[in-house]
Every structure is written in C-alpha cells, then in structure tokens.
C-alpha cells in the first residue's frame, strides 16, 4: 500500500548497466569495510581487552541481520531495501519511517566515513588535524564520489570493485603482520565508563556495529544488479562473514601492536600501526593512502544505494517528487546532490574538538539512525516468517529465530549508542513525522 493509489512504474535500468555478482559483493563488502574499521581501533582502544567478546556479540548479530535480509531479498522484486520491507510488512507509515530514517543514516554515514578519512589524508600530505584541516579534506572526500556517480553506474561498480580490492589486502597485510608480533601487553585494560564491564560492554558494541553497517547496500538498489534474487543474497551474507573475520583480526593486530594510551590519542590507527611493523614513514603513509581510497571507494557505492532509494520512496509518492529527479541515464541526480550537502552541514554543526572526537560523536549518531530501519526490515522479516508468507500461523522455525536474535540485537544497539546519539538521533527520526504529515496533506489534495 502507497501513499499515491498506483505508483509510477519502476524505471528500468539497461542490463548492460547492471552489476554482476564480484562488484555486488564489492557494493557490499566496500560498503562495510569504509573507513570505519580505520578508526574503530583508535575509538575502542579504553575498552582494552573487552573488544574481543564486544567483536563476537556484534558479529553475530550482524550475521544474524544479514540472513533476514537474505530472505527478505527473495521474497520481492522491489527494490528500495529496508524501506520497501516495512511498507510490504506494515503498511505505507512504517515504509515512510524506514525511508526517513535510512535517508537520515546515508549523509550521516557519509560524514562519519569523509571524516575518518580526512585523518588519514591528513597523515599522508602532512597536514595538521586542527578543525580547518579536517572540514576542508572531509569536504573533499565527500564530493568526489558524487561527482563519479554522477559519471555512471558502471564508474560506481569499477570505483568500488578496485578499492575493494586493495583495502582488503592492505588490511589482511597489516592483520597477519600484527597477529605474529602480537604483545598482549599493549590491549591493556577497560578504562572506559570507570572500568565498569557492565556499562563499557554494549558502548562497545555501538561502536564497533558502525564499521558492520552498510551489509543492505546490495538490497536497496537491486535494480542495479543481475539477476538479484541470486546475487544479492549470496554477496550480502557472504560479504558479512567474511568482514567480520577481518575485522577481528585487523583490530586485535593494531591494539597488540601500538600501546593503549598511544592508540587512544591516533587519529590514523592503522598507519601508525604499520609504521611500527614495518618501520619508517613509507608504511604509514601506504596506509593512510589505502584508507583515503577505502573512504573514497566505500562513499562511491553509499552515494549510490542512498540515492536510489531516495529516488524509489519519490516515485512512490512517499517523498516529494522532485527527490525523485533523474537525469536521461537515470542517475538520481538530486539526491546526491542533497545528500553530500547535508553531510557538510552536520560536520560543520560537530567540529568542536579533534577529528578522534568527531568521528566517535558521528559514528554513534549513525549507528542509533542506522539500527532504526534495521529494527523495522527485521521485523518484516519476522512476520514473514512466522505466518509463511501465506497469512496463516504456519511457522518457520529457523527463520523465527534468526529474526528474533536479529530484532533482539538491534533494539539492544540502539539503546547502546549513548544518551547524546539517542537523543539526537530521535529528533531526526520524529521529524519524519512531520514530514508524513505534509506528504500525506499533499497526496490527499491531490
């Protein structure tokens, strides 16, 4: 059910613009592995030893969260992500939400991802981290990417499938490096929240969820893809196994290898990491170039998805129709444009302090945003599952429970970010109530 009675039909995209199964598994993984396991690091450095069970939990929710979308996947032609999900589930006010509330996350996203990537460009030009470096570089970062997908889809998939590629070497370089020097030493101890495992223990797996977000990418724009109902769901949970293994060891190699009171003060943790095991500036700066091509890689495929669901919510008369503009090619010229825009503004709105501090503040915003349309797409999932899809009580055992872990887990994770994220974030979400209000006023006018 829609806003409008009959929607527009979808806008086809030529298959020869589509994507095959290795650049949707580098949308996916690429749209993961960002520049947020760059930072994450340095961020839950005062968490110490806590970070390896915190890994576990949050990887396996994410698995979890990534096996619903899977489902959700092959059960609709539609594409739009955890928006079309809600609206299938639960009717046209949750689809809006999950819209809303996924928009919101995009150029949020995007300015956590540009800022982190900011630290490391500054690591590798030299450049100091004051508040004017770090805005004017993560402004740069941000438009390049726009500018590429304003190019095409196809420069989107090559942009995303090379940089894949080579942050996923680096970082397997840099994780094995540091596994086999590593000094249990330097992890250290939680100081973090007084020390309290309690308290310090879902903070933890706040932060560390920000570097997992981004598994649905594939599935908001799966009219960019070949044969989806295939694709998507292999790149989706695929991409999240074999990220969370990496992460995991990637960041116990950088907490064995730089000491924690050193870590906790990095702005580019993976460099000065491999700086220390390779010795000399040549290794960190190798390393800050592959996390600024990793934020510009990672930002290619998020401008993307976002757009296309913004694009896909404006044709169905959710979102004003002009947000839905596209050009010949059916490039959703104005939300980029939009979306990079907003982004810039929220990081002019948090600069106070240094790039570490902005980051952390941005990523847990993200992540609060980011778990309320998860909560929703997984709810979709588990109705789907407990009535069979056919409106009876025909249960799915095995689907129930992956999607009652996988609820269960993003409602913890958004409780977890933090009293400032929470209370940010739910006056950006209650907004889009007033949003409803106006585009539902409209429609009916109409």
Not at 81 to 110: K, M, N, S, V
Not at 150 to 156: A, C, D, E, M
Not at 371 to 380: K, Q
Request: glycine share 12%; with cysteine; net charge neutral.
């Amino acid at each position: 059910m829609m806003v409008n009675a009959v929607a527009p039909p979808e806008q086809s995209v030529p298959e020869q613009h589509r994507l095959g199964l290795p650049s949707t598994v580098a949308l996916v993984v690429g749209g993961i592995v960002g520049t947020g396991i760059f930072g994450i690091p340095a961020a839950v450095a005062s968490y110490g030893w806590l970070t390896i069970p915190a890994f576990v939990i949050v990887g396996a929710g994410s698995i979890a969260i990534a096996l619903a979308f899977a489902q959700l996947v092959r059960r609709t032609d539609r594409s739009g992500g955890p928006y079309r999900y809600a609206d299938d589930a639960f009717g046209p006010f949750a689809g809006f939400l999950a819209a809303w509330t996924y928009w919101i996350q995009g150029w949020t996203g995007h300015a956590t991802i540009s800022v982190a990537g900011a630290g490391y460009l500054a690591t590798l030009i030299g450049a100091g981290d004051g508040k004017g470096t770090t805005l004017a570089l993560s402004s740069v970062i941000l438009v390049l990417p726009v500018l590429n997908n304003l190019i095409g889809t196809r420069s989107v998939g090559a942009a995303v499938l090379s940089t894949t590629i080579i942050k996923i070497a680096a970082l397997a370089i840099v994780a094995v490096a540091g596994l086999l020097t590593f000094d249990s030493g330097n992890v250290g101890h939680v100081t973090a929240h007084g020390g309290s495992v309690a308290h310090a223990l879902p903070a933890c797996c706040a932060l560390l969820l920000f570097s997992f977000l981004g598994m649905e990418g594939a599935a908001v724009a799966t009219d960019r893809v070949k044969d989806p109902h295939k694709n998507v769901p292999r790149a989706i949970v695929g991409g999240v196994i074999g990220v969370a293994v990496l992460y995991l060891a990637g960041t116990l190699a950088v907490q064995g290898t730089l000491p924690q009171d050193t870590l906790a003060q990095s702005s580019a943790p993976f460099a000065d990491a491999a700086r220390e095991l390779f010795g000399g500036d040549w290794a960190a700066k190798t390393m800050a170039a592959v996390a600024v091509l990793s934020a510009l890689g990672s930002l290619n495929g998020w401008n993307m998805v976002n757009a296309e669901m913004v694009a896909g919510a404006a044709r169905d008369g959710v979102f004003p129709p002009i947000a839905g503009t596209r050009d010949r090619r059916g490039i959703p010229v104005l939300a980029l444009i939009v979306n990079a825009a907003l982004a810039i503004v929220l990081i002019l709105a948090n600069a106070a302090g240094d790039a570490l501090s902005l980051f952390t503040t941005l990523a847990l915003l993200s992540t609060f945003v980011y778990v309320f349309g998860y909560v929703l797409s997984v709810a979709a999932e588990l109705l789907h599952a407990l009535t069979d899809d056919t409106g009876t009580a025909q249960v799915s055992k095995p689907r129930v429970a992956t999607a009652t872990l996988a609820l269960a887990f993003a409602i913890w994770m958004a409780g977890a970010a933090g009293p400032s994220a929470v209370r940010a974030g739910t006056v950006l979400v209650l907004l889009g109530v007033v949003a409803y209000v106006l585009t539902r006023w409209r429609a009916l006018r109409r």
